[in-house]
């Protein structure tokens, strides 16, 4: 089957309909990039399990029909169930719009836009240049101080008449000795095909610390690529903790790079996948100055015909002695139509280090059922206990308290869909 190709000729219509703004340059440079090299295929090796033809597709048709903007005025509701479904002080990217009007102006957090500065971007990805190139604005936000709540960024797009495309770019910068929290919320509704792509900036600086939670809960079907490219300084810690629920194609790029001694990132992530989902997550950590600590832990739960992917890569430069990297992914398959392509990989270029990784892929244990309905459960019931168990190490992690209830309702609420689809 033939794969369908971006239109270069509707990308271009759509960016030069944009407006003559302080990001025209940087629109057409993404432009000339994406003219040159085009979007990534199933034969680069990063891609090989994941199609974008989906994306390619919604794109096309979107173009074709003008590459318009969706008013978010019905979304008015959808906002406020799910900014107060967490105690934050959010900010709204609402179809690709930054709406600023649910934010309370906070000491120690200064927020901007892309084109109060039109620094350029750095254009080295081919969706960082498709972001770039449909970019409305973008947002900034530096965080000096700590705060009484934690920064929520809510992403929230809606499609109803036709196939509907949005990016959102945001640049977030900790500065020395500074303590954040910061939450990240994807969510759509409508019933068309929507594709949303996403870029993220994050520098920790100096004896900072960043707590970070992403929580995906697209409507199934919808399409998302997204990226997280993460920079720390010298003493600088994350804690971060990734939830993917919803979805029909999703693709998560983790990017950190520790160019400081005594960096500690910790990052951790969870992907619950039914029939007809896909999620990929790739993540590459860059040690290239020691000592520095990185440790990831991936945990999935699929059912029907999904399919995930999980690509742990940690690099030791040379030069980076004292390095510790540490990978580990465990998977649950409630399906034998399920599939999973797990692959760590440690390269290692210096002396001592300490690196560790491991994969497992398993079903439920059947003593542990038969236990279970022994005592009373049904299969289901005892199902559902198993599999809460799974995620609940990981959820039990979230860096952030105010999100921890949200998460668990949220992850019980979709292991129930996942295990009634596979029992009916």
Not at 386 to 398: I, K
């Amino acid at each position: 089957m033939k794969r369908p190709s971006l239109s270069m000729a509707g990308l271009r219509d759509a960016v030069r309909s944009m407006p003559d703004d302080s990001l025209t340059a940087i629109r057409e440079a993404a432009l000339a990039n994406l003219d040159e090299h085009g979007l990534p295929t199933v034969r680069d090796e990063d891609w090989k399990y994941t199609d974008l033809s989906p994306a390619i597709d919604i794109s096309n048709r979107w173009f074709a029909a003008g590459a318009t903007s969706t008013s978010t005025d019905s979304l008015a509701a959808s906002i406020e169930a799910l900014t107060s479904s967490i105690d934050a002080n959010w900010l709204v990217i609402a179809n690709g719009i930054i709406d600023t009007s649910h934010y309370e102006e906070t000491a120690g957090v200064d927020i901007g836009r892309f084109s109060d500065n039109a620094a350029p971007f750095v254009l080295d990805r081919p969706l960082a240049d498709l972001n770039a190139a449909l970019l409305h604005d973008g947002l900034r936000i530096r965080i000096h101080a700590a705060t009484d709540k934690p920064i929520g960024i809510l992403v929230v797009d809606e499609t109803c008449e036709a196939a509907v495309v949005t990016q959102v770019s945001i640049e977030i910068e900790i500065a020395p000795g500074c303590d954040a929290q910061i939450i990240e919320y994807h969510s759509s509704t409508g019933n068309n095909d929507h594709y949303s792509n996403s870029v993220v900036a994050l520098q920790i600086s100096k004896a900072a610390t960043a707590n970070y939670v992403r929580i995906q809960n697209r409507r199934i079907g919808h399409v998302q690529t997204g990226r997280i490219s993460i920079t720390m300084d010298t003493d600088s810690k994350l804690a971060m903790a990734s939830f993917d629920l919803g979805g029909g194609l999703i693709r998560n790029d983790v990017d950190i790079d520790l160019s400081h001694p005594g960096a500690d990132a910790n990052f951790n992530g969870l992907y619950l996948a039914g029939d007809g989902q896909h999620i990929d997550n790739h993540t590459r950590v860059d040690h290239r100055v020691g000592p520095a600590t990185s440790s990831q832990e991936y945990r999935g739960i699929l059912n029907g015909r999904s399919r995930c992917v999980w690509n742990g890569k940690a690099i030791v430069h040379a030069g980076a002695d004292g390095s510790d990297a540490k990978q580990a992914n465990h998977n649950l398959l409630l399906s034998d139509k399920a599939e999973i392509d797990a692959k760590p990989e440690l390269e290692i270029y210096a002396d001592e280090v300490k690196c560790s990784h491991g994969t497992t892929i398993g079903q439920l244990d059947d003593a542990a059922l038969f236990y279970l309905r022994s005592r009373g459960l049904d299969r289901q019931q005892a199902t559902h206990i198993l599999t809460r168990a799974f995620a609940a190490d990981l959820v039990s992690r979230t860096p952030i308290p105010q999100a921890l209830e949200t998460i668990t309702a949220l992850v019980d609420a979709r292991l129930a869909e996942l295990i009634q689809d596979g029992m009916s």
